[in-house]
Protein backbone atom coordinates (compact mmCIF):
# COMPACT_ATOMS: atom_id res chain seq x y z
CA UNK A 1 0.00 0.00 0.00
CA UNK A 2 1.66 3.37 -0.97
CA UNK A 3 0.83 6.09 1.69
CA UNK A 4 0.66 10.12 1.04
CA UNK A 5 0.20 12.56 4.45
CA UNK A 6 -0.81 15.95 3.64
CA UNK A 7 -2.10 19.00 5.73
CA UNK A 8 1.04 20.33 7.44
CA UNK A 9 1.86 23.89 7.60
CA UNK A 10 2.60 26.69 10.08
CA UNK A 11 0.60 27.65 12.94
CA UNK A 12 -0.02 29.62 15.62
CA UNK A 13 0.31 27.86 19.00
CA UNK A 14 -3.51 27.55 20.07
CA UNK A 15 -4.71 26.69 16.08
CA UNK A 16 -5.57 23.20 14.79
CA UNK A 17 -4.75 20.99 11.99
CA UNK A 18 -5.85 18.06 9.93
CA UNK A 19 -3.83 16.13 8.64
CA UNK A 20 -5.03 13.51 6.24
CA UNK A 21 -3.14 10.11 4.79
CA UNK A 22 -4.23 8.96 1.58
CA UNK A 23 -3.68 5.26 0.60
CA UNK A 24 -3.67 3.57 -2.88
CA UNK A 25 -2.91 -0.16 -3.83
CA UNK A 26 -4.31 -2.24 -1.69
CA UNK A 27 -7.07 -3.29 0.20
CA UNK A 28 -6.84 -0.49 3.16
CA UNK A 29 -9.35 -2.02 5.44
CA UNK A 30 -6.28 -4.72 5.77
CA UNK A 31 -4.48 -2.16 7.75
CA UNK A 32 -4.12 -0.66 11.08
CA UNK A 33 -3.48 2.79 10.41
CA UNK A 34 -1.20 4.97 12.63
CA UNK A 35 0.50 8.19 13.10
CA UNK A 36 4.16 8.75 14.33
CA UNK A 37 5.96 12.00 14.69
CA UNK A 38 9.81 13.05 14.46
CA UNK A 39 11.31 16.83 16.06
CA UNK A 40 14.48 17.41 15.17
CA UNK A 41 16.74 15.31 16.93
CA UNK A 42 14.38 12.84 18.55
CA UNK A 43 13.12 9.83 17.64
CA UNK A 44 10.20 8.90 15.75
CA UNK A 45 7.55 9.14 18.19
CA UNK A 46 4.02 7.30 18.62
CA UNK A 47 1.05 9.26 18.22
CA UNK A 48 -1.85 7.06 17.92
CA UNK A 49 -3.76 4.05 15.92
CA UNK A 50 -6.89 3.44 14.55
CA UNK A 51 -7.99 -0.22 14.20
CA UNK A 52 -9.01 -1.53 10.62
CA UNK A 53 -12.27 -0.89 10.84
CA UNK A 54 -12.33 2.31 13.01
CA UNK A 55 -13.80 0.73 15.89
CA UNK A 56 -10.65 1.23 18.30
CA UNK A 57 -8.79 3.81 18.86
CA UNK A 58 -5.63 5.21 20.50
CA UNK A 59 -3.88 8.27 21.42
CA UNK A 60 -0.75 8.33 23.43
CA UNK A 61 -1.61 9.67 26.76
CA UNK A 62 0.29 12.96 26.96
CA UNK A 63 -1.83 13.94 23.65
CA UNK A 64 -5.03 12.63 24.83
CA UNK A 65 -8.21 15.64 24.16
CA UNK A 66 -5.91 17.23 21.55
CA UNK A 67 -5.25 14.89 19.14
CA UNK A 68 -8.19 12.56 17.33
CA UNK A 69 -7.55 9.99 14.91
CA UNK A 70 -10.66 8.71 12.43
CA UNK A 71 -10.39 6.81 8.98
CA UNK A 72 -12.97 6.46 5.65
CA UNK A 73 -11.81 3.20 4.75
CA UNK A 74 -14.34 4.12 1.47
CA UNK A 75 -12.46 7.22 0.83
CA UNK A 76 -8.87 5.35 1.64
CA UNK A 77 -8.24 7.92 3.94
CA UNK A 78 -6.94 8.26 7.73
CA UNK A 79 -6.27 11.91 9.19
CA UNK A 80 -5.37 12.94 12.52
CA UNK A 81 -7.51 16.03 13.77
CA UNK A 82 -4.86 18.23 16.12
CA UNK A 83 -6.34 21.29 18.68
CA UNK A 84 -5.16 23.61 20.29
CA UNK A 85 -1.31 23.27 19.01
CA UNK A 86 1.84 23.55 21.40
CA UNK A 87 5.05 24.36 19.99
CA UNK A 88 6.07 21.54 21.38
CA UNK A 89 4.19 19.88 18.46
CA UNK A 90 6.71 20.91 16.14
CA UNK A 91 7.25 17.86 14.10
CA UNK A 92 7.13 16.01 11.14
CA UNK A 93 4.06 13.99 10.90
CA UNK A 94 3.87 10.30 9.21
CA UNK A 95 1.17 7.89 8.42
CA UNK A 96 1.78 4.33 8.15
CA UNK A 97 0.30 0.89 7.98
CA UNK A 98 0.19 -1.91 10.19
CA UNK A 99 -1.11 -5.77 10.06
CA UNK A 100 -2.28 -6.11 14.01
CA UNK A 101 -3.14 -4.46 16.53
CA UNK A 102 -2.20 -2.26 18.81
CA UNK A 103 1.40 -1.42 16.98
CA UNK A 104 2.89 1.33 19.00
CA UNK A 105 6.72 0.87 17.62
CA UNK A 106 7.79 1.58 14.10
CA UNK A 107 9.15 -1.61 13.57
CA UNK A 108 5.77 -3.20 13.69
CA UNK A 109 4.75 -1.11 10.27
CA UNK A 110 5.19 -2.19 7.69
CA UNK A 111 4.34 1.15 5.00
CA UNK A 112 4.99 4.46 5.68
CA UNK A 113 4.50 7.46 3.77
CA UNK A 114 6.53 10.50 3.42
CA UNK A 115 5.74 12.97 6.38
CA UNK A 116 4.48 16.21 6.42
CA UNK A 117 5.57 19.05 8.69
CA UNK A 118 4.14 20.94 10.88
CA UNK A 119 5.34 23.82 12.60
CA UNK A 120 3.78 25.66 15.67
CA UNK A 121 5.15 29.31 16.72
CA UNK A 122 4.47 31.18 19.70
Known amino acids: VQLQASGGGRVQAGDSLRLSCAASGRTFSNYVMGWFRQAPGKEREFVGAISNYGTNTYVQDSLKGRFTISRDNGMKLVDLQMISLKPEDTAVYYC????????????????WGQGTQVTVSS
Open 96 to 111: AAATSWLPSRPSQYSY
